[in-house]
């Protein structure tokens, strides 16, 4: 796999509601100038709406690209979001990458009045879902980002960007490179064409060196602080430590996208 045909691309998830419109898009313009490729929004209840708030970031900015990370598949009837995903992307002259999830927050849905359907009902929807969008907006990247088996198998045969959403510490083996390797073999002759992507929890955001590991604590309440340290999606040291790090996922695992939380 030829790595330089895919640029190392650093994204930015906002998570935090700006106070205005003027806000808003002078964070957006203040991260595109920072370098980021990428500006994606989450999809959940009580948090901005994604695409009215992508809209107003693409008036703001004119290279950084714009995406979610991730709709819940299970919010959306296919030819609606389809409509939505390409006016957006029109709007915002192409820019956009659509992120897709199967959803996993019970009580969302019942605040949305949607059943809660099961994990696999759930995947299967999220397949039915990519596959309209992929015939009624050819033009637009999907990521589907998760770490499940069956959730990696659809993603591997139908998106364009594979999100890695965090492998499980082991004693022995790489989890990591199983998960990769789960993709490749899920994937067959599509997966040359695939960008592998990373989420990353925690990184420092001082001079020590350690991370706070609240949020990835959310997601991962029976590990221990040493087992969450040695996360993939958990970053530390210095800075050079850190983009030490990154270069070896890219050179181990083929990792060319890295998405990192705004706080």
Do not use: C
Request: aromatic residues 6%; without cysteine.
């Amino acid at each position: 796999r030829d790595l330089h045909s895919f640029p190392t691309r650093r994204s930015s998830d906002l998570i935090h509601s700006a106070k205005s419109l003027a806000a808003l898009q002078d964070k957006a313009r203040r991260l595109e100038d920072f370098g980021f490729d990428v500006l994606h929004l989450p999809d959940h209840l009580g948090a901005p709406a994604p695409f009215p708030v992508l809209t107003a970031v693409a008036t703001a900015t004119s290279t950084v690209r714009l995406g979610t990370y991730v709709l819940n598949a299970g919010f959306y009837k296919p030819a609606l979001l389809a409509r939505d995903a390409g006016a957006v992307d029109q709007l915002s002259g192409g820019r956009l990458e659509l992120g897709l999830g199967a959803g996993y927050v019970r009580e969302e849905f019942e605040a949305a009045e949607l059943p809660y359907p099961t994990a696999r009902q759930r995947v299967d929807y999220l397949e039915h879902v990519t596959t309209y969008l992929k015939k009624h907006q050819p033009s637009v990247p999907i990521l589907i980002a998760g770490n499940g088996n069956r959730l990696l198998t659809v993603a591997a045969q139908h998106a364009d960007i594979i999100g890695l959403t965090g492998a499980n510490p082991s004693k022995t083996g790489d989890p990591l490179a199983e998960r990769v390797e789960f993709v490749r073999t899920a994937a067959g002759d599509r997966f040359e064409n695939l960008e592998l992507n990373l989420a990353i929890t925690a990184v420092p955001s001082d001079n020590s060196g350690m991370p706070n590991l609240s949020l990835t604590r959310q997601y991962a309440p029976e590990l221990s602080d040493e087992e969450i340290l040695a996360l993939p999606s958990v970053l530390s040291g210095s800075p050079r430590d850190i983009a030490d790090t990154l270069r070896r996922y890219r050179d181990a695992y083929g990792l060319t996208s890295f998405t990192v939380q705004e706080n």
